[in-house]
Structure formats: structure tokens, C-alpha cells
């Protein structure tokens, strides 16, 4: 379940980036609550 849990997070980050990328949003704004969504390390910015 853990693995499943990991895959699902990935897909909704990847589908929100995705979305965020088409309308032109920066990841930060596609994540106004946290601003750094799972401590940032999946999206290779460094922050």
C-alpha cells in the first residue's frame, strides 16, 4: 500500500503541474497552501 500511496502522490502532482504548466502558473502558484509540496524534492528545484 505504501508503493500505491507513493504512485498516487505522483500522479497528482504530476497531473497538477501538467495543468499548472498549460494555463501558464508557476509551481508555486499551483501550490499556494504549502509552497513546498512533498518537501519539494520531487519537483528538482532545489527549494
Do not use: Q, Y
Amino acid at each position: 500500500m505504501k508503493t500505491f500511496g507513493k504512485l498516487f502522490a505522483a500522479a497528482i502532482v504530476g497531473l497538477v503541474l501538467g495543468s499548472a504548466a498549460l494555463a501558464g502558473a508557476s509551481p508555486a502558484e499551483a501550490f499556494p497552501r504549502t509552497g513546498k509540496p512533498l518537501s519539494g524534492t520531487d519537483l528538482g528545484s532545489g527549494r
